[in-house]
């Protein structure tokens, strides 16, 4: 592959997928609206841009054969605060990949694109949208805008709707947890399967209690290796019996499924402020 852009480079998750994809292009163009990484790998080639910029995103994206789109404000948030990053920068994402003749957008969507289903119901990657909050919404929203570019434009899409990738730290976790490893894998299968029109697949590692199904993903090769199932019984014994009629513990959206639209979630998740991501 010649170009590669990575949107939400300067992030957790995109920090950790910078060399990676290096390693599976002539050229990486990383972006973010934060600044440059201190050291910038050989191949690689920094923006400092805004996604919500239509200009600034379809500028970067010439060229190139795949966009891998991370950036996004990660909470739940006001709808005219996200309006700007996580629903217009999405679709100047696939605008401007249509416009150049790109062959696919890899999507980091979330798991509160279906956050209300229930989690005594093992939902499959055909699962109707259901979204938890404004921040679940725009991950709606962008999967929609990958099925509809697929079928109007032949454009390519793979949405992964990551569970949790962050330490293992609370209950929920034992089961939603993808660790970077598996992160790396997902998306490297995401970018080097052949053919994929537009595809979902969900993003946890192999833990005994993953709460979703990807058995219909199985095309994009994906095969975890990671199981949090070991910081079970410590876990389980630190925060005791839950209560099951309380949506946080009840939805597959946790704290974003009892959250009121607008407020943040991430701090009710105990996520520690360093996270590596391994479990
Ligand atoms: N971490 C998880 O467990 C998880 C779960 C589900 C989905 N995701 C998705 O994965 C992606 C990365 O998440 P993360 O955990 O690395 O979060 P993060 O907040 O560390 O990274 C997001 C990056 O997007 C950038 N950004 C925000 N607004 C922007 C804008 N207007 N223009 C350009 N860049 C902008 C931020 O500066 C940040 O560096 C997000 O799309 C998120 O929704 C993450």
Same mark, same amino acid.
């Given at each position: 592959m010649k170009k590669l852009v990575l949107t939400g480079a300067a992030g957790r998750l995109g920090s950790y997928l910078r060399e990676p994809l290096s390693k599976m292009c002539d050229e990486l163009v990383t972006t973010?609206?934060?600044?440059?990484?201190?050291?910038?790998?050989?191949?690689?080639?920094?923006?400092? =841009?805004?996604?919500?910029?239509?200009? $600034? &995103?379809?500028?970067? /994206?010439?060229?190139? #054969?795949? %966009?891998?789109?991370?950036?996004a404000i990660?909470?739940?948030?006001?709808?005219?605060?996200?309006?700007?990053?996580?629903?217009?920068?999405?679709?100047?994402?696939?605008e401007s990949a249509r416009r150049h003749g790109l062959r696919r957008v890899v999507y980091a969507?979330?798991?509160?694109?279906?956050?209300?289903?229930?989690?005594?119901?093992?939902?499959?990657?055909?699962?109707?949208?259901?979204?938890?909050?404004?921040?679940?919404?725009?991950?709606?929203?962008?999967?929609?805008?990958?099925?509809?570019?697929?079928?109007?434009?032949?454009?390519?899409?793979?949405?992964?709707?990551?569970?949790?990738? =962050?330490?293992?730290?609370?209950?929920? $976790? &034992?089961?939603?947890? /993808?660790?970077?490893? #598996?992160? %790396?894998?997902?998306?490297?299968?995401?970018i080097d399967t052949p053919v994929t029109g537009f595809s979902i697949v969900y993003g946890v590692s192999d833990n005994d209690r993953a709460p979703v199904d990807n058995a219909k993903a199985r095309h994009l090769g994906y095969r975890p290796k990671d199981n949090a199932e070991e910081h079970a019984k410590e876990i389980f014994a630190q925060y005791g019996p839950l209560d099951p009629h309380d949506t946080n513990n009840a939805c597959h959206g946790g704290p974003f499924a009892g959250i009121e639209l607008g407020n943040s979630a991430m701090s009710a998740l105990n996520l520690n402020k360093d996270d590596t991501g391994k479990a």
């Open positions: 973010d609206i934060a600044e440059a990484p201190a050291t910038l790998l050989a191949n690689e080639t920094y923006v400092q =841009a805004d996604i919500a910029d239509f200009d $600034a &995103v379809f500028n970067m /994206l010439e060229g190139a #054969d795949m %966009v891998v789109h991370f950036g990660v909470d739940e948030a006001p709808f005219e605060t996200l309006l700007g990053p996580n629903f217009i920068g999405s679709y100047n994402i696939w969507s979330s798991i509160h694109a279906v956050g209300m289903h229930k989690k005594t119901d093992f939902i499959g990657i055909d699962a109707p949208h259901r979204p938890d909050t404004f921040y679940g919404l725009a991950k709606c929203f962008s999967e929609d805008l990958g099925s509809m570019y697929w079928d109007k434009c032949g454009l390519e899409s793979v949405c992964m709707r990551i569970l949790s990738c =962050a330490q293992v730290t609370n209950p929920r $976790a &034992v089961g939603t947890w /993808l660790s970077y490893d #598996d992160l %790396v894998q997902l998306v490297t299968r995401a």
